[in-house]
């Protein structure tokens, strides 16, 4: 069975304030109320891995009771990356 892209998630890189560290926010394209999650920056990974890491929370939060995954990155500009994602449990 293909499983194909549902909608896409845009993430951003925001730089550390005076009260805050660096940042990343998720958001879905696909919506009017514009559902977001903020997540603190990991050292620990790259910046692609930040991003990923990110849209991964924006799925967990919202989606979390169902079977979904990133299928890619599919474009990076002007410095927002768009994942796309899929349920793994639609028909």
């Given at each position: ?82 994942h796309t994602w899929t349920d793994r449990g639609a028909a």
């Amino acid at each position: 069975m293909d499983h194909y892209p549902l909608a896409s998630i845009r993430t951003r890189y925001h730089g550390p304030t005076d009260h805050r560290g660096s940042r990343f926010t998720a958001t879905a394209d696909d919506t009017r109320d514009r559902q977001r999650v903020t997540v603190g920056c990991n050292y620990a990974l790259d910046i692609d891995a930040n991003h990923a890491a990110a849209a991964q929370a924006w799925l967990d939060k919202f989606h979390g009771l169902r079977q979904v995954v990133l299928t890619d990155t599919a474009l990076v500009f002007a410095g927002d990356y768009y994942h796309t994602w899929t349920d793994r449990g639609a028909a």
